[in-house]
């Protein structure tokens, strides 16, 4: 067998892993969906008896646990597609910010914010509340200050969830159907299926294993985005890395490599952040964490995470946080989301307040 050949085989594997995990999902969260309601719930008792309901609740339970590492495997495959190269799109790191006059633009922004959305995110275009959020902040930032908005942190190409290789084609359709289908229960099950993608891809993030490549992916997505806003290391500009949620795990996994990459120390800003202590930091100059006092999720971070703890003294969190390079701000009554989470109206502005208190910090080298 030839390589090409070899290759070709692989992918076709590869998209066929997808595609049965893929329907594995659909069905299993849409037959949980159809017990959980309380009017469908009598027409399937009424249909099945109790001992057949209970054979079909098995067999969901029983493929949920087969989907999770199937999953898994589906993910990392992906990743190492792309390490091998069959995968373009990317530009290698010679490539980035080589143009022929290294001259910055004039005037030069003193700072580019990059915002790394949490698990929700499935569009390039954030969602209302977020483009409020980054609207909103827009409006308030100096005018020498850039935001890089819509990179979305849980593909492995520049493009959007329904864009992507391999599951394409089952996005798109999903996508389609939920803006389309009248009942409720498909709006909720493309978030769950969404969401459960973009666990899975913050999992591996935090994975010492196979987190690299997942940060080097992203890594080049940032730089390639950098480099179209006119990003260049002569120029001076500070890098900032805002992450939201699960995306204040990938603005901790990707900011070694970004430094290198970008040939700059980088800032980090988290808030409601659900991040591991093991990423290395030594070129992250300042850490702002911005969390709420009623955020179970960003507190569940504490303890799933050993590398945060206080009984791991020499962890880099820890090390970071002996060299006063952690600032911690909390907010009073904010939740991770919804009607009291950092998008809603109530504490918008004072998560935009937070983020505008350390920038001066950050832009002084503090």
């Known amino acids: ?49 109790p001992e057949d309901l209970r054979l079909v609740l098995l067999w969901a339970v029983a493929a949920l646990l087969l989907l999770i590492p199937i999953t898994g495997v589906v993910s990392l495959v992906s990743q190492f597609a792309f390490w091998e190269g069959w995968l373009a799109g990317l530009p290698d790191v010679e490539d980035l910010f080589s143009h022929p006059c290294d001259a910055p633009p004039d005037p030069s922004p003193r700072a580019y914010i990059v915002y790394l959305d949490g698990i929700h995110q499935s569009e390039r275009d954030h969602p209302p509340r977020v483009s409020a959020f980054l609207a909103e902040l827009e409006r308030c930032l100096p005018p020498d200050v850039k935001v890089l908005r819509g990179l979305d942190s849980y593909t492995v190409m520049p493009v959007a969830l329904a864009e992507d290789s391999g599951g394409s084609w089952f996005w798109r359709r999903l996508f389609a159907l939920q803006e389309q289908h009248p009942d409720g229960l498909i709006p909720l099950l493309a978030a769950v299926l969404v969401q459960a993608n973009n666990v899975i891809k913050v999992g591996i993030s935090s994975d010492r294993r196979y987190g690299p490549i997942r940060h080097y992916e992203l890594a080049l997505k940032i730089g390639l985005r950098l480099d179209d806003l006119g990003y260049r290391p002569a120029a001076g500009s500070q890098l900032v890395l805002l992450g939201y949620s699960g995306g204040g795990e990938m603005a901790f996994g990707v900011a070694d490599y970004l430094s290198s990459i970008s040939r700059t120390p980088l800032h980090i800003i988290s808030f409601c952040g659900v991040f591991s202590g093991d990423h290395p930091l030594e070129r992250v100059q300042t850490i702002s964490t911005i969390v709420g006092d009623r955020d179970p999720v960003a507190a569940f ?65 503090v």
């Open 1 to 49: 067998m030839t390589i090409r050949s070899a290759v070709r085989e692989q992918v076709r594997l590869e998209r066929f892993t997808i595609r049965l995990a893929l329907l594995l999902v659909c069905g299993c969260t849409l037959l949980v969906a159809l017990v959980l309601s309380q009017r469908l719930r009598g027409v399937l008792l009424a249909a099945l008896s």
């Open 301 to 365: 971070g504490n303890i799933a995470y050993p590398g945060r703890s206080p009984l791991v003294p020499f962890s880099r969190w820890r090390r970071a946080l002996a060299d006063g390079r952690v600032r911690r701000l909390s907010i009073a009554g904010m939740n991770h989301n919804g009607r009291h989470g950092p998008f809603s109206d109530r504490y918008r502005p004072q998560v935009i307040n937070a983020v505008l208190e350390v920038l001066p910090l950050i832009r002084a080298g």
